[in-house]
């Protein structure tokens, strides 16, 4: 489970699993995320790309570092949301983790 707040940048270390386990993801790999809405039918913000370089991710071990910037958080609605994660080396693999938004006011 994750939060994000309106407004804000999100900064979110996700460790993602296969069968239970922690995996190698190749720094050769495509890692996108977007946040969707709880249902899966609707994209709330554009498409970002993690970094296999990023502050905090260690890919050798499926520790994702996904950054989102304020100007796309600002158009989530306040609610349940999911993540949905692309993960493309020889294949294109799908993660959707569950979370919230919250409205910022500062």
Do not use: C, R
């Not at 899966?40 to 502050?55: C, N």
């Not at 991710?57 to 949905?84: H, R």
Request: no cysteine; net charge negative.
């Amino acid at each position: 489970m994750f939060t994000i707040t309106t407004g804000y940048d999100a900064s979110l270390a996700i460790t993602l699993k296969k069968n239970g386990v922690v995996f190698d993801i190749p720094v050769s790999s495509t890692v996108q995320a977007a946040i969707v809405s709880s249902n899966q039918k609707e994209k709330l913000t554009g498409t970002v790309t993690a970094a296999s370089d990023a502050s905090g991710a260690d890919w050798a071990n499926s520790l994702l570092v996904i950054d989102i910037p304020a100007t796309e958080t600002a158009k989530v609605p306040p609610g349940d949301i999911k993540l949905e994660i692309s993960v493309t080396d020889s294949i294109k693999e799908p993660w959707f983790l569950t979370g919230e938004s919250q409205i910022g006011h500062i």
